[in-house]
């Protein structure tokens, strides 16, 4: 039996750069096989219809939706859209997130209020207006995309994103304790080092000849630094995103799942 027959779940950031798997459009694929009807959001209308027919090709129920999830009006217009397709929203996915590199005497106010105003906003506003559906009917899950980089230092200077990053843990698990008497559950998920289209854009971004990246060799070097011995993959992230959303994990609420292959266990 489908762990999610009947949900319908709002998936942000589901496209994926450059056509590849990031972790929403894999969330998004992955709760579509569990039994859910997805409403893939994104910037990129291309990149949102491309998980869609990914998710009808394996016989599920998907439609784009294209937004930006730090302007109000059109989150608003997306969840509004959502409910008039689907009827109810059983199931929210935070996933969008932008990542800038800078420390904290190189970072400039740009890239620092980038961070904060889309990171930020990315949880907030697509939680404020999915929240009174959830809360009419007494049932609703929240799943945030954050990072084990919210918890600590990992060996590179990305203080605007780590910070951002941890603030969605304490909004996560201030959502979780004011939305539980509601019938509202809401997690973090604390991906580690996930082998992404933008994790590859921002090495690349930090390389001076990006041609000259040698990604078997970079992907040993790292799959080195983790215990379990492997990068992960988007996958690992959309698997712990459908045990959060499903009933087994009715008892979990305002916690982390940390998928990092045990790195944050190290010192
Ligand atoms: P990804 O595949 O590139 O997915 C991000 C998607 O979100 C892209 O399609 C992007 O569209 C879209 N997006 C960006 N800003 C948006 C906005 N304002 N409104 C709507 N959609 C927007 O990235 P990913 O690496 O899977 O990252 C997804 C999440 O995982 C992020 O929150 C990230 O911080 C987190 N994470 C990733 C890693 C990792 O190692 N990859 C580790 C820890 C946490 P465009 O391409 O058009 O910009």
Redesign the pocket.
Known sequence: MARLAGKIALV??????KG??????ATAIRLAQEGAAIAA????QT?AEETCDLIRQEGGRAFALT????QEDQVKTAVDRCMSEFGQIDILQN?????KTGGAMDSTVEDWDALVH??MK?VFLPTKHVLPHFVERGVGVVTN?????GLRYLGTPYIG?NAT?GSIISFTRNLAAEMAPHGVRANAI??????????R?ITEQNTDDPDTIDWDALDKQRAARIPLGRV?T?WD?ANAAVFLASDDASYITGTEITVDGGVSCRV
Do not use: E, H
Request: charged content about 10%.
């Open positions: 942000t950031g589901a496209g994926s750069m590849g798997m990031g972790n929403g459009k959001l994104d910037l990129d990149a937004a930006d999830v730090t996933n969008v997130g932008i990542l889309v990171n990315a995309i954050s990072s084990i980089a994103y990053k604390l991906p580690g080092f996930i082998d992404t289209p933008m994790a854009n992960g988007p992230v």
